[in-house]
């Protein structure tokens, strides 16, 4: 199975500034890699697909890289909307596997 | 609109079974892969399940954890999915989440419905 690895687990960071969040494959998995944003009691929202590409209606602040098996998501400006806890998934290969997740507070 | 409805969760003892169902509306669901996605209390999410469409044979995938307990069906003409849980342990305690697969499948899942509670516990 591939194991997806987020770091940091916990992060506390404040309005406006500029946020990033990894996820490490335990093997090549292309760009096939999706990120997602989940509020408490809240289903997850569908973010990046590909690895880079914004799904549509989401905010231009958010943004994703990598390939193979290094991957980030970053927020350039931190807005109140967006504390939450974040998580990588990846669709190479079956099991599909959800990284642990990344909760990002208000510092 | 596309909206995604589970319903079926609850109370169950170990070693019993439950159905959950999944109700979606606002998009063509035949021709839609779809997903079964977990979350135990205060936990992250754990992939459970998955249908395939018609045109790839209502084939499907588990998770290793569920596999030969859990079955993933669908009903096209009703517009519905199914998570049929068999032999339930405490460990399956979760919010299970029904979720749209995307048109290219390996977007990951677009839409997700908002979860319903299924207790293992004597």
């Known amino acids: 199975d591939i194991q997806l690895t987020q770091s940091p687990s916990f992060l506390s960071a404040s309005v406006g500034d500029r946020v990033t969040i990894t996820c490490r494959a335990s093997q090549g998995i292309s760009s096939y890699l999706a990120w997602y944003q989940q509020k408490p009691g809240k289903a997850p929202k569908f973010l990046i697909y590909a690895a880079s590409t914004l799904q549509s209606g989401v905010p231009s602040r958010f943004s994703g890289s990598g390939s193979g098996t290094e991957f980030a998501l970053t927020i350039s400006s931190l807005q109140p909307e967006d504390f939450a806890t974040y998580y990588c998934q990846q669709l190479n290969g079956y099991p599909l596997t959800f990284g642990g997740g990344t909760k990002v507070e208000i510092k | 609109e596309v909206q995604l409805v589970e319903s079926g969760g609850g109370l169950v003892q170990p070693g019993g079974s439950l159905r959950l169902s999944c109700a979606v509306s606002?998009?063509?669901?035949?021709?839609?892969?779809m997903d079964w996605v977990r979350q135990a209390p205060g936990k992250g999410l754990e992939w459970v399940g998955r249908t395939r469409n018609k045109a790839n044979s209502y084939t499907t995938e588990y998770a290793a954890s569920v596999k030969g307990r859990f079955t993933v069906s669908r009903d096209d003409s009703k517009n519905s999915l199914y998570l049929q849980m068999n032999s339930l342990k405490t460990e399956d305690t979760a919010v299970y989440y029904c979720?749209?697969?995307?048109?290219?499948?390996?977007?990951?899942?677009?839409?997700w419905g908002q979860g319903t509670l299924v207790t293992v516990s004597s």
């Open positions: 979720a749209r697969v995307a048109t290219v499948v390996t977007r990951g899942c677009d839409y």
């Open positions: 606002g998009f063509t669901f035949s021709d839609h892969y």
